[in-house]
T-cell receptor
Framework: ELKVEQNPLFLSMQEGKNYTIYCNYS?????LYWYRQDPGKSLESLFV?????AVKQEGRLMASLDTKARLSTLHITAAVHDLSATYFC???????????FGTGTRLQVFP | DTGVSQDPRHKITKRGQNVTFRCDPI?????LYWYRQTLGQGPEFLTY????????KSRLLSDRFSAERPKGSFSTLEIQRTEQGDSAMYLC???????????FGPGTRLTVT
């Protein structure tokens, strides 16, 4: 059974600081997704990582994928309050299309 | 707006009642997915359709749950004899063959009292 684990589960960080969220998964997959969710809202797609070594950046967020280590990271640079949200990574199983989500990382950025 | 839409956005029902939710995917998307999300958790897969065919159902989808996509366009998710444990956000997503990214709708929040 594919399992996806994120850490930390909760992150409180000061504006201007850098931090990394980690996403580990248990079985082979070549596709890794990052989503953002604001309270009471649906999921917004941030990144789709489709191959080993893939790196994508958008604004203050950068995501990478290491399929050999079964690890993805979401790096936050110089955090701002608007980044406060819950971030989910998700993996889809080989030959299947359903997404298996991690437990989420709740990010809170304070002044 | 050409995104995924869901109706209703909120539903409060009494235990034992039946409820039905609707999802309209992005128009050219042939794949449609249903997920359930409880408070503080990530979404859990329920079922998915490719066109009108229901290709996979999760073990979470008990016999009280049924989903349809009769013409390969919109989909409905029905829950019969609701229980308090059914209270959750029900999310619909759609995607296009060969394009892996799934686009999520706003969700239907179900509260069973």
């Amino acid at each position: 059974e594919l399992k996806v684990e994120q850490n930390p589960l909760f992150l409180s960080m000061q504006e201007g600081k850098n931090y990394t969220i980690y996403c580990n998964y248990s079985t082979t997959s070549d596709r890794l997704y990052w989503y953002r969710q604001d309270p009471g809202k649906s999921l917004e797609s941030l990144f789709v990582l489709l191959s080993n070594g893939a790196v994508k950046q958008e604004g203050r967020l950068m995501a990478s994928l290491d399929t050999k280590a079964r690890l993805s990271t979401l790096h936050i640079t110089a955090a701002v309050h608007d980044l406060s949200a819950t971030y989910f990574c998700a993996v889809d199983m080989v030959l299947a299309d359903k997404l298996i989500f991690g437990t989420g990382t709740r990010l809170q950025v304070f002044p | 707006d050409t995104g995924v839409s869901q109706d209703p956005r909120h539903k409060i029902t009494k235990r034992g009642q039946n409820v039905t939710f609707r999802c309209d995917p992005i128009s050219e998307h042939n794949r449609l997915y249903w997920y359930r999300q409880t408070l503080g958790q990530g979404p859990e897969f329920l079922t998915y359709f490719q066109n009108e065919a229901q290709l996979e159902k999760s073990r979470l989808l008990s016999d009280r749950f049924s989903a349809e996509r009769p013409k390969g366009s919109f989909s409905t998710l029905e829950i019969q004899r609701t229980e308090q444990g059914d209270s959750a956000m029900y999310l619909c997503a759609s995607s296009l063959d060969g394009v892996y990214e799934q686009y999520f709708g706003p969700g239907t929040r179900l509260t069973v009292t």
